[in-house]
């Protein structure tokens, strides 16, 4: 096969690159009392993206994750556990979690989170 015949097969078999974009996560996930609530809203090549909302005392009880993870508060205030240490994640911070990492999240305050699964 010539270089331009590879060329045009490649480029039959490829799908049409696509800008995704939300404009405002906190509008697409509600707090709801005395309950936790998880919506996907974005599923692209190589991540998840995962909404979460707690009400006040809410709480993820110690877990891990197959795939290493980011977590951004969205609104709110949390207290994280991972990895022999705590910490306040308030709007602004960022959070990286590796591959089977045990954590815990409470929500100190009704509170957003985004969750980003990055796949392999």
């Known amino acids: 096969m010539t270089d331009e015949n590879a060329t045009k097969k490649a480029e039959k078999n490829t799908e049409p690159m696509v800008m995704e974009f939300i404009d405002n996560l906190n509008l697409l996930v509600e707090v709801q009392s005395e309950a936790t609530v998880s919506r996907t809203v974005m599923q692209v090549e190589g991540a998840n993206v995962v909404l979460f909302s707690f009400d006040k005392?809410?709480?993820?009880?110690?877990?891990?994750?197959?795939?290493?993870?980011?977590?951004?508060?969205?609104?709110?205030?949390?207290?994280?556990?991972?990895?022999?240490?705590?910490?306040d994640l308030v709007p602004g911070g960022i959070l990286h979690f590796p591959t089977r990492l045990p954590h815990a999240v409470y929500a100190e305050e009704a509170s957003k989170m985004m969750l980003i699964m990055m796949r392999h």
């Open 57 to 87: 005392g809410q709480e993820l009880s110690e877990h891990t994750a197959a795939m290493p993870v980011l977590v951004q508060c969205l609104e709110g205030h949390f207290k994280v556990t991972g990895g022999g240490k705590t910490v």
